[in-house]
């Protein structure tokens, strides 16, 4: 369960088309009382939508997470390292970790009805499962998509999908309204908003271009919170003069 907590925490790639921006990167130092534990490092790419290929802009977010600490006498090293592709409408992920030495690896894409498709190894055994619709509203990879993450402002209760566990985490969700998240001189405007689970609470602040820029959660009593190094500057637009095929969304073989 503790598990579960500290890696939906972590909640972190194909040529681009015509007109493809530059990768966007958010780092973070991971605390627990106030000492450096980790770091996270979230890179963001957009890619536009292109005639005759795809109606939707493609977000890939990738995530690299590392942790060594110890949680009440708990050691803990995570390795983590996920791809994500987003669109408005679907979303797929494949998250490889490591939790003390031992591997698995977690892929899940949403499927045409609205179902989720979860393929997890563990220790050299392979299973798939499928979600209902129902019982899915976002995954931990979607709270880092500008656009999917917005959805749990129309939302009391969320369905969480973890991208590094394959568990399913619960939550009600409370709006802590609008603050100021000022680094290193600059200030950004974030909303922020907790989520209540069996498990422990999570905070979590979001830009207003809905960039995950803040997260906490408490663990054994323990508190681990993000730290962001570096207020992201706005989103600019590229130009760069590449012409291949949008990245397909679908699940790779694991």
Same mark, same amino acid.
Request: proline letters at 3%; a negative charge; aromatic letters at 4%.
């Given at each position: ?8 925490? %972590? ?64 050691? %803990? ?6 791809? /994500?592709?987003?669109?408005? %409408? ?48 976002? /995954?931990?990879?979607?709270? %880092? ?16 999908? /973890? ?43 979001? /830009? ?47």
């Amino acid at each position: 369960m503790c598990c579960t907590l500290v890696l939906t925490l %972590l909640a972190a790639l194909s040529a681009a088309p015509a007109m493809a921006e530059e990768p966007r990167t958010v780092a973070f130092d991971l605390l627990m009382n106030g000492e450096v534990v980790g770091s996270r490092e979230v890179s963001l790419r957009y890619l536009p939508a292109e005639e005759g290929v795809s109606d939707h802009e493609v977000r890939i977010t990738q995530t690299w997470t590392q942790i060594d600490a110890d949680i009440a006498g708990w050691s %803990l090293a995570v390795r983590n390292r996920t791809t /994500s592709h987003a669109t408005d %409408l679907r979303s797929s992920f494949t998250s490889s970790v490591s939790v003390n030495g031992d591997l698995s690896e977690i892929q899940g894409r949403t499927i045409d009805d609205g179902r989720w498709q979860v393929s997890e190894v563990r220790s050299g055994k392979h299973n798939t499962r499928e979600l209902r619709r129902t019982e899915i509203d976002l /995954s931990t990879m979607d709270l %880092l998509d500008p656009v999917r993450s917005q959805v749990i402002t129309d939302l009391t209760r969320v369905q969480l999908l /973890s991208a590094e566990t394959g568990d399913v985490m619960v939550g009600v969700l409370e709006d802590l309204g609008e603050g100021d998240l000022t680094v290193g001189g600059r200030t950004v405007a974030v909303h922020r908003w907790g989520i209540d689970t069996p498990e422990g609470r999570l905070e979590l602040g979001w /830009s207003a271009e809905g960039l995950l820029l803040e997260s906490s959660m408490v663990i054994r009593g323990q508190v681990i919170e993000t730290r962001l190094k570096e207020v992201p500057l706005p989103r600019e637009y590229g130009a760069f003069e590449v012409t291949m095929e949008t990245p397909d969304v679908d699940e790779e073989e694991l």
